[in-house]
């Protein structure tokens, strides 16, 4: 189903005008199995702190396509879209909200403030997603310090069967970063302080990745 969903995902994409992605699923490869594979993204990353991953599901998803597709010569797909936590949609996105935020001929939203999450899909149909518990553990104000602990830079990965079991249905509605390129107008501008905050901070004594 999710392969499905995906590929309607990208035929969306390109009906609204932007590029999508050419999708060849590998059926048989399972890079979340790989020895170490985290441990090798997390090298070339970068993140140190939880704030790097806090609404940065754009930024980290576009930096973990690059450094998965050199790493392990596999396909990396940025997927835009919607997470349905046992049955209740968390973010609100589908093809219907895309279209009321976008005006054909114009590179700009029609909205400041618009709703928005994007994980990896790897071309074996695996999925991985950097921010989505980081965002969830700032923006809820009934957990306790150690619950917010066990989420803070907190990864969630497997396959989509695996995933809706435990409560997680991730529902692509586009695929590719152009919808980022070219709507998103402080992209540009994230991405660069983005990457000066990886370079001048040091929060070495802050939480790390909780696998």
């Known amino acids: 189903m ?48 939880p704030n790097q991953l806090f609404q940065c599901c754009s930024i980290v998803s576009v930096l973990l396509k690059t450094i998965i597709e050199e790493t392990f010569n596999c396909k990396a797909y940025v997927t835009i879209g919607d997470i349905n936590n046992l049955d209740r949609s968390i973010y609100n996105i589908n093809e219907n909200y895309i279209r009321s935020i976008i005006t054909p001929g114009k590179n700009s939203l029609n909205t400041d403030n618009y709703r928005h999450h994007a994980w990896i899909t790897l071309d074996s149909m695996e999925i991985i997603d950097y921010t989505h518990l980081t965002t969830y553990s700032y923006h809820n ?13 907190a990864i969630i990965s ?4 695996t995933l809706k079991l435990k ?33 001048q901070n040091d929060y070495t004594d802050a939480p790390l990745f909780a696998d």
């Open 167 to 199: 409560g997680m249905e991730y529902v692509p509605v586009m695929v590719g970063d152009e919808f980022y390129r070219k709507y998103d107008s402080t992209y540009k501008t994230q991405a660069s302080i983005y990457v000066q905050d990886l370079l």
């Open 2 to 49: 999710y392969f499905n969903r995906l590929i309607k995902a990208n035929e969306f994409t390109k009906e609204i005008g932007l590029p999508g992605v050419e999708i060849n699923p590998r059926s048989k490869n399972e890079y979340l199995s790989l020895a170490n594979f985290h441990s090798k993204i997390k090298s070339h990353l970068g993140i140190t702190h």
């Open 158 to 161: 497997g396959t989509p069967e």
């Open 141 to 153: 104000k009934t957990m306790s310090n150690e619950q917010k602990m066990k989420y803070l830079s």
